[in-house]
């Protein structure tokens, strides 16, 4: 279909080819490899993304006005067929990796995986990342290993409302006496309009909203589609080649001292920054020095396959981490950088290029029938191989039951080793300790304690706990099912038969996290009163029922850990400031406690910790029964003469 003229094309319109724009494509996806790889130096390199953006937003509109300008008329079907033959094979070529490494069981089977693979193939995944509710307790899974497809899902939103779009524009334009010219102030109009929906939806809807939404990113686009109308049909001054080296150094400099997951990226500045790489495209233009510096054969070479180095990237990260490679830190990154070229160069030779340049000779209507049926294969290998896992819960008793109390694990009467009867230890919680037991209880046969469970995923126990801001800026918060400790605390200790001796407090981690308290944004390295002011209360309900108290201090966090991606930036230094926080609010309040990281990270900070999980928080299932033991050793050591005295001194009541 021609929309606009009867006039048709015999081949499509295209652009003069400009190494340069290959050589700025270069630049921003290796912004992104970086930031993924987790460079320090390199917080803001997501915004190689926004780089894409307005690139994208440039190429594609000015394809499309010239094509109107030479042709009369804008062919939308030969339109979508090349962005079919550009964009399909490599992202169904990954789509389909990603669901057979599901079926090996090399990719984690996590709970959102069937969601947000369907998100990509769909090209709404910003949607899913948005609107999904990722839970707490999800964002210490395995990365979604398509998570990364929520920017081609908005580039591919744009790509199919844009070429009508343009049509009506230059066919009402063209009754003007400046055609280009009325177009050009009207996608100008459309850049302002987005760029003032991006803080009114950081108003009424969340900092995640001005990140993934679609309208909030379609400004960056539009910045491209006004800079290809005003240089439509016109030659740039040369002095602005000039502009682009301090528009390279500005945009170099933004993405080392840009925070992630905050600051001005998520409050509104992205449009602005769009602006900034306007001045970096106009200014390739024109021979010049950043022109023929990007031109040169390194950065093109790069520019020509970052499609498919960004689209298989991810996915290579996440299937190679520390656990399963045991390497880290360069050689880890020279690993995954590895095997992210070998895939991309391959794909690009066998099978983006030559379906993009034609080699392989498809007509419009087979390449669409081919496409579809791949598609549809992959939307039902989808729903056959990536299940919904169903939740596991840990045990509400663990260990030698006192007489008359039946156990739920199946556990046995008992008394421990002197005689008398075992020590029955309340565990409260989070998914730390909640993990650790129910990985740790498969092979559980002390009967020298109880421990009776009061640790729940995802689910600190604080009341009205604030919201919490993640490293991508996901705002979450415990979900319903979660229970404050006024609820929960009761119910365990009051179980007939089951009265605990201690009270083990193994909280902390959630404090690791930004909150928004007081009307603001705060951190750990902030002051933790608005925790520990709650955390002081479950003390003295503790005390008061009987229950001697007993606070760990938490472990640090792996520096090299996924939930870096989550959690924070500067890990150390967080979980540096959560530990201090804990100890003196323990020393304050006479608490017995001791310290988790002796044995989840012996070694202090530093990248991975010997007894966690690769998401440097929760105990690795390899040693969680041995972990398990050595915390209630700990527990049992460090309460020794309290229990004496309370024994005693029959301060202890049972029911």
Known sequence: MVVGTEVRPEKP??????????GLRAVAVSAVLLFHLGVPWMPGGYLGVSVFFTLSGFLITTILIREKVVTGGIDTRAFYTRRLRRLMPASLLVIFGVCTLVAFGVIADAA????????ALFQVENWVSLLG?????????????VAHF????IEEQFYWLWPPVVTGLLAWSIKGSEPLRRATWVLCGFFVAFSLSVPLTLWLWSPDAVYFASWTRFAEILAGGALAALLSGKKPPEWVRWIGIPSLIAIAALCVVTPSGRGWAYSGGLPLFALLRWAWILSLQPEGPVRSLLSTRAFVAVGRVSFGLYLFHWPVFVVLDASRTGLSGIPLGVLRMSVTILITVLSYSLLESPIRERRVLLAPRQLVAYFGAAFIAIVILTFVVVAVP???EAPRVLGGMRKGVTSVTGGKEATGGNGAEPTVIAVLGDSVPALLIQMGSSSFSRTDVILSIGAQFACDGMVNMPDARALRSNHFRPGPECEDWTVRYPRVINQVGLHPDIGLLMVGFWANFDHYVGGRWVGPCDGLAWYLTDLKKRVQYLRSQGVIPVVTIPSWIGLESRSMWFASENPGKRSGC????????????GLTTFDLAKRFCPQGPRRTCDATRVDGVHVDSAVAPVVLDWVIDQTLDVTTKERSHAKNSLLVKRP
Do not use: C, H
Not at 133 to 145: C, I, N, V
């Open 13 to 22: 319109v295209k652009l003069g080819y400009q190494p340069a724009l290959d």
């Open 112 to 119: 959102n995986l069937r969601r947000e693979i369907l998100g």
């Open 133 to 145: 509710g990722q839970s707490y307790a999800q964002l210490f899974e395995s990365p979604s290993p």
């Open 150 to 153: 929520w920017s081609l899902a």
């Open 390 to 392: 169903e939740a596991e």
């Open 578 to 589: 959560v530990r201090t926080a804990m100890k003196g609010f323990a020393a304050r309040q």
